[in-house]
């Protein structure tokens, strides 16, 4: 997890997003596997929409790689009523950013990446600190038994 004094650049950082783009209706960094890392998102669920962003970022990985286009960089889904859009921010965070159906995509899209770099730097550093506390190592697992092979009958 991101300490609090990098949740509150990450914080920040969605705030002068909003402040920015005035049509947009929410913010939320959190980590590839769906836990928050800071939210700027009222009236929304959080811990919801950043565990549907991890499975969508699972979606989106599987389709890149599966047609050839490379690393994911970010998915955007119209609905009715306005857009969610899931930025790449890093090695270990995406950020998700919700909006009126008014807005300006281009506009979208060249903040959200911006924001999402600065949010990436912020997060994959504070997860590179060497003063991080290391966990606890492993307790030793048995050895696992030898696979079997079938060998093709020669006859």
């Known amino acids: 997890m991101v300490p609090e004094a990098e949740a509150k650049?990450?914080?920040d950082e969605l705030q002068r997003l909003r402040a920015r783009v005035p049509l947009l209706t929410g913010a939320l960094a959190a980590s590839t596997d769906g836990l928050i890392v800071a939210q700027d998102t009222p009236g929304i669920e959080a811990e919801g929409v950043a565990a549907l962003t991890a499975a969508a970022l699972g979606v989106s990985?599987?389709?890149t790689d599966a047609t050839g286009r490379g690393g994911f960089r970010e998915l955007l889904i119209r609905g009715e009523?306005?857009?969610?859009a899931t930025y790449a921010a890093g090695a270990s965070a995406v950020l998700t950013l919700?909006?009126?159906d008014r807005i300006n995509v281009g506009r979208l899209h060249l903040e959200g990446r911006r924001?999402?770099?600065r949010i990436g730097e912020v997060v994959d550093a504070a997860q590179d600190r060497p003063d991080r506390p290391v966990p606890a190592p492993r307790p030793q697992q048995p050895e696992a038994l030898p696979r079997r092979t079938i060998t093709p009958d020669p006859t």
């Open 9 to 11: 650049d990450v914080l």
């Open 61 to 63: 990985i599987r389709m």
């Open 81 to 84: 009523n306005g857009y969610i």
């Open 98 to 100: 919700l909006a009126e």
């Open 115 to 117: 924001a999402g770099a």
